[in-house]
């Protein structure tokens, strides 16, 4: 295989065996970020000289036998969101495009401490607020894939390095569909961790509440890696809740048998046909495996979508003085969506939140009588950068924000393609803390499919 497209695992080996260096490996992807980058803009900002001197320390520290773990020396990107020290730090916005933060956000730092090197800062929709990555300041995104069609947002330059191979693993963040709808855009892994178990210090905020970071990779177990290097508590940040066991993060042997996977049909297969047909093939295939499929209904799913909507008022909380001062700093549709919220009413808050506390145990106790939960990441696939349907933010976010909403462990893994070529996520979901479930149910149907093998011909 292509050395770009390698796993983390291998590559780690390679690195420990003496075969490669990080030096010469960091020097080939900065190599290959130079040749694509022009044409997918998938990084705002390349870290070049922070680059080759990680992946000195890199190979130094392995040569006196310091081996910091699975991500020493490998080659990562992180969102423009988070806060990196002495690297401009813009949120894909023209309020932070000349931000130049002193301190690390903790999950970068937490990278640095794996032994992690930082390739750049990847692009991203204007302050993570959208689906597309089609940004007026720092241009649009394009996908690996079909470069006409957009990654998805708001994480998508994160999505397309990885898919394209400029970089093993990248960061993200995800408050709607942010880190699963790119990754079902590009065809890669995205893993949005349950609520706390990641900090969000230092990252740029969208809601206070459904914010979430994680990992995106082309496979399970590199996503696992990277999980397991950034959870944990963090004094810094009041969300996060418990740090877990690294082997709680253990993706397995790969084995389906006995498995049980709720499939509520009503709203998450409300789609595209060429979506949905794609997935119904993957529910075909975890029937081969073993897997038993248990129809379920979710009778206030509606207003589960229509609860996380309201709950994106706290981004306008969030920019309202920026939004007072600094109107122009806004493209005109960000400042669109975030004073669409000012007419809210606090009753109409409060009401979205009382409901998502009972609404979150409901699904808790329906999902007691099956393991997981499946359906597809997004209904509609890539769109053309130059004209989506009307209806593509709605089928973009959808089924993904549910999840964001409740808290709830939630990954997207590739499951397949449409006619056109796009790629298509299907989207595994978890009861609260069952993390590890959901990485292994993933890595199980990754490895006994191959859509994960397929690279995009940039």
Not at 170 to 179: F, N
Not at 192 to 216: N, Y
Request: proline share 5%; with cysteine; hydrophobic share 45%.
């Amino acid at each position: 295989m292509d050395l770009h497209f390698e796993t983390v695992s291998e590559i780690g080996r390679q690195l420990r065996a003496g075969e490669i260096t990080a030096v010469s490996l960091t020097g080939l992807m900065l190599e290959r970020i130079d040749a694509y980058n022009g044409k997918l803009n998938a990084f705002i900002t390349v870290t070049e000289d922070l680059a080759r001197e990680q992946a000195r320390q890199a190979d130094a520290e392995l040569t006196r036998g310091r081996d910091r773990g699975p991500l020493h020396g490998i080659p990562v990107a992180v969102k423009d969101v988070f806060a990196t020290a002495g690297i401009r730090t813009t949120g894909g916005s023209r309020l932070f495009e000349d931000w130049v933060p002193d301190h690390d956000a903790t999950a970068v730092a937490r990278l640095h401490v794996a032994g992690a090197v930082l390739l750049g800062k990847t692009g991203l929709h204007e302050l993570a607020y959208g689906v597309t990555s089609i940004n007026p300041f720092f241009g649009a995104v394009a996908n690996p894939w079909a470069p006409d069609h957009d990654p998805g947002g708001s994480s998508g330059g994160s999505a397309a390095a990885v898919a394209a191979g400029l970089a093993y693993a990248a960061l993200g963040s995800d408050t709607g569909c942010s880190i699963r709808q790119p990754a079902h855009c590009c065809g890669v892994v995205g893993y949005k961790p349950t609520f706390g178990l990641v900090s969000k210090a230092g990252v740029l905020p969208l809601t206070w509440s459904m914010d979430h970071v994680g990992p995106l990779a082309r496979r399970v177990g590199d996503a696992a890696f990277v999980l397991a290097a950034i959870a944990g508590r963090d004094s810094d940040d009041p969300y996060t809740l418990r740090a877990p066991d690294a082997g709680d993060l253990c993706v397995g042997q790969g084995s389906l048998a006995g498995a049980r996977a709720g499939i509520v049909r009503r709203f998450f297969f409300d789609g595209r046909p060429e979506v949905i047909d794609v997935v119904e093939a993957a529910l075909g295939e975890l029937r081969d495996l073993g897997v038993t499929l248990i129809e379920l209904d979710i009778p206030d799913i509606e207003d589960a979508y229509r609860a996380a909507a309201t709950t994106f008022a706290e981004a306008t909380a969030i920019h309202a003085e920026a939004l007072r001062q600094r109107p122009e700093a806004f493209s005109d549709e960000i400042r669109g969506k975030l004073e669409g919220a000012l007419s809210m009413q606090a009753i109409t808050y409060a009401e979205a939140q009382h409901f998502r506390r009972g609404f979150t145990a409901r699904l808790e106790a329906l999902m007691q009588g099956c393991d997981l939960l499946v359906a597809p990441t997004a209904t509609i696939a890539a769109a053309p950068i130059a004209e989506r349907p009307a209806d593509y933010g709605k089928h973009a976010w959808k089924n993904t924000s549910v999840f964001d909403l409740t808290g709830q462990p939630s990954i997207s893994v590739p499951c397949g393609f449409t006619p056109a070529g796009l790629p298509v996520g299907l989207m595994i979901s978890g009861r609260l803390f069952e993390d590890r479930k959901v990485l292994q149910f993933a890595h199980a149907f990754e490895q006994a499919t191959a859509w994960h093998a397929r690279t995009p011909g940039v």
